[in-house]
């Protein structure tokens, strides 16, 4: 609370793989212009909003439409996971927090539904082919960031050694998951020019039989 995070809430930072050498400058890179959401460092605030964990409450429902005390309650919660945290463990974590905070004459139920977090190594040569093509197809050198998100497959994809490029053309002002969400025909110009790009960078990488 008031810019504060709590002894318990520490838990959720737990082995959290710090940026590397090579993405950390890069932060400095990306727009600094909102001062109501950096407050301080631009380099901290790209790491807290997507490098490090963060808990979301999605939902709550109480209540009916009658006048009586509610005798239930429902939450959703979404916790993302820090590269390197695993999703049971931090399960364990959270569900312990909530029943901790509970009062004795609650009874909690918590269901999950968990996915294992991905990182890739950014001197990957298919990772430095990737920023090449994209420099290529709009311009402007790509930055390297961490970013929550719900891909499990990139996960199951990491865990096979198979390096994988997620990369998007969504400008801040398309309100990309809101109800009035937008996408230019510009930006999936890029993406076209973007993935045409990758594909001839990619067949550089040498084969293996």
């Known amino acids: 609370m008031n810019g504060r995070i709590g002894t318990a809430a520490l838990l959720f930072f737990v082995l959290v793989a710090p940026c590397s050498a090579q993405e950390a400058p890069l932060h400095l890179t990306l727009p600094t212009d909102n001062s109501a959401l950096l407050r301080g460092d631009p380099a901290d605030f790209y790491v807290r909003t997507g490098a490090d964990a963060s808990l979301d409450v999605n939902e709550i429902r109480g209540g009916e439409p009658r006048t009586l005390v509610p005798a239930t309650a429902h939450a959703t919660l979404s916790l993302r996971l820090a590269a ?64 929550g998100g719900s891909i499990p497959a990139v996960a199951e994809l990491g865990q096979r050694g198979i390096p994988t490029i997620v990369s998007g053309f969504a400008l801040s002002d398309d309100r990309i998951h809101s109800p009035d969400e937008s996408f230019r025909l510009t930006s999936l110009e890029r993406g076209e020019r973007a993935a045409r790009e990758l594909y001839v960078s990619l067949a550089a990488l040498p084969h293996h039989s």
């Not at 931090?90 to 991905?118: C, K, N, S, W």
């Open 84 to 147: 390197r945290q695993d999703p049971d463990h931090m399960a364990e974590v959270l569900t312990g927090l909530l029943r901790a905070a509970a009062p004795p004459y609650a009874e909690v139920t918590i269901e999950t539904v968990r996915a294992a977090p991905a990182l890739f190594d950014a001197s990957h040569p298919s990772v430095a082919l990737a920023t090449q093509a994209l420099e290529r197809a709009v311009g402007v050198a790509p930055v390297l960031t961490r970013s």
